[in-house]
Nanobody
């Protein structure tokens, strides 16, 4: 079973910066895509950014130019650098991993279910 653990959330003033981290653990062989979603109160969860194992990135229009996603494949870790934060960026940020392959007891590699982190709260307020 693969687990994702996020860190780095907190309270920041408008215009400030935060860096989120998400580490995947388990008998991981590879992960195709890792991404960040957010859910604000009363709103649906939305994709903020994702990155393939090859480094191809994708951003939501609302964060393009302000947020940067990156990953370290060897550590199964994804980061989200958030700059020029706005009050409307306030939300719970969740990490996601798709296309996960794990190594099982006999050494073979199997596909497994997508994984989600528990979320980390980002509050942008003065």
């Amino acid at each position: 079973q693969v687990q994702l653990v996020e860190s780095g959330g907190g309270l920041v003033q408008p215009g400030g910066s935060l860096r989120l981290s998400c580490a995947a653990s388990g008998s991981i062989f590879s992960i195709d895509t890792m991404g960040w979603y957010r859910q604000a109160p009363g709103k649906q969860r939305e994709l903020i950014a994702d990155i393939s194992s090859g480094g191809t990135t994708n951003y939501a229009g609302s964060v393009k130019g302000r947020f940067t996603i990156s990953r370290e494949n060897a550590k199964n870790t994804v980061y989200l650098q958030m700059n020029s934060l706005k009050p409307e960026d306030t939300a719970v940020y969740h990490c996601n991993a798709e296309g996960i392959k794990v190594v099982v007891g006999d050494g073979s590699v199997w596909n497994t279910l997508d994984a989600w982190g528990q979320g980390t709260l980002v509050t942008v307020s003065s």
